[in-house]
């Protein structure tokens, strides 16, 4: 089992930044992948930015060039830099593990930024 802890959401003005961190406990050494999802009132959940266990990272085309995912493996912390935020990046953001155990999910830390 892995447990998941999201924090560093806020309010924040359109072109500032915030900086999201996903604290991961239990099997941590199984993890394969962690992503960073969002999802707004009344749209559907989608990626953000993932990192694979080899260190490659991938991004959705509405960050890349903004966000960046980055972690801090000896303590097992994952974190999305977020820069130059926009009024439609608001949205619940949540990290998400794959492991050799399954699939585990945060409980989500809300971000949104004003116009």
């Known amino acids: 089992q892995v447990q998941l802890v999201e924090s560093g959401g806020g309010l924040v003005q359109a072109g500032g930044s915030l900086r999201l961190s996903c604290a991961a406990s239990?099997?941590?050494?199984?993890?394969?992948?962690m992503t960073w999802y969002r999802q707004a009132p009344g749209n559907e959940r989608e990626l953000v930015a993932r990192?694979?266990?080899?260190?490659?990272?991938d991004y959705a085309d509405a960050v890349r060039g903004r966000f960046a995912i980055s972690r801090n493996k000896a303590f097992n912390q994952y974190y999305l830099q977020m820069n130059s935020l926009k009024p439609e990046d608001t949205a619940t953001y949540y990290c998400?593990?794959?492991?050799?155990?399954?699939?585990?999910w945060g409980q989500g830390t809300q971000v949104t930024v004003s116009s």
């Open positions: 998400n593990a794959v492991s050799s155990w399954g699939n585990f």
């Open positions: 239990g099997s941590t050494a199984s993890i394969k992948a």
């Open positions: 990192m694979i266990v080899d260190g490659t990272v």
